[in-house]
């Protein structure tokens, strides 16, 4: 009897160290298979991000790209054809150097030129560097955005600015820009006749809204699509460790809310 409660006890104490055994192998292989789970959504996480900044990166180089095209048009289009229809009337002057009433047309030509090509450089310099940015600041520049945006277009245009401090040249070039971006594509693709434009400051951040009642639009398949001026808003606010968030459907406008640190 001694001996068979002796076996009893071995086996119940075999038994349960077994079961703790098999218990903290069950427990550890949980953790291993857990811990793969999660560096495997880790590495899924930062491939993602790594091929978004990639986009990001490619995004950049095109927007500059598409820049520099258009400058280099605008130069050929404008400056370099001014400059040779002027060099055509100068071998008119001389070849009409006996006919005083012709010199002076073509003087009048030369004048009417020369007047347009000034404008078209000045257009281009705009372009380049915002009006009255540095000089009297990114509110100014922006007023200046919307009244010509009202002069080209059926447009009305609500401008609101509040606390506005001194802000960096290159964060207030930034700013520009997206407005700028969005104003265009108000303009030229939404059909909105309205824009609401909202910006203010304090001391963690800049805060830019944004608001259209055009028609909106498709987010998800115009990012997929790699819309350039959606690129370029996200793209530019990145480049000061700022945010972005675009909230629009088809009919129903376009939102769009950009953060941007006061601290960098």
Not at 6 to 21: A, E, F, M, Q, R
């Amino acid at each position: 009897m001694a001996n068979q409660t002796s076996i009893d006890l071995y086996l119940l104490l075999y038994g349960g160290t077994l079961t703790l055994l098999l218990l903290a192998i069950g427990v550890v292989s949980f953790l291993f298979q857990y811990q793969k789970r999660i560096i495997r959504k880790d590495l899924a996480i930062k491939e993602i991000e790594v091929k978004h900044s990639q986009e990001l990166f490619l995004g950049n180089l095109e927007a500059i790209e598409k820049e520099r095209e258009r400058l280099a048009r605008d130069l050929h289009d404008v400056v370099g054809a001014s400059l040779s229809t002027l060099r055509l009337q100068l071998t008119e002057i001389i070849k009409n150097v006996n006919n005083p009433s012709e010199i002076l047309n073509i003087s009048d030509r030369n004048k009417e030129l020369i007047d347009n090509t000034i404008l078209e450089v000045r257009r281009i310099s705009n372009d380049l560097l915002p009006p009255g940015l540095e000089e009297f600041g990114l509110a100014y520049s922006i007023e200046g955005l919307c009244e010509n945006a009202l002069t080209f277009s059926n447009l009305t245009i609500s401008l609101d600015v509040k606390n506005l401090n001194k802000i960096e040249k290159q964060k207030s070039l930034i700013l520009y820009r997206i407005v700028q971006e969005l104003i265009n594509n108000s303009v030229k693709h939404s059909g909105a006749s309205q824009i609401i434009i909202t910006l203010t400051q304090d001391e963690k951040e800049i805060s830019l809204n944004f608001e259209d009642n055009g028609v909106g639009f498709d987010y998800n398949k115009a990012y997929l699509k790699r819309s350039l001026g959606l690129k370029n808003i996200e793209i530019r606010a990145k480049m000061v460790n700022g945010s972005t968030r675009f909230e629009t459907k088809v009919d129903e406008g376009l939102k769009v809310e950009v953060r941007i640190p006061t601290d960098n």
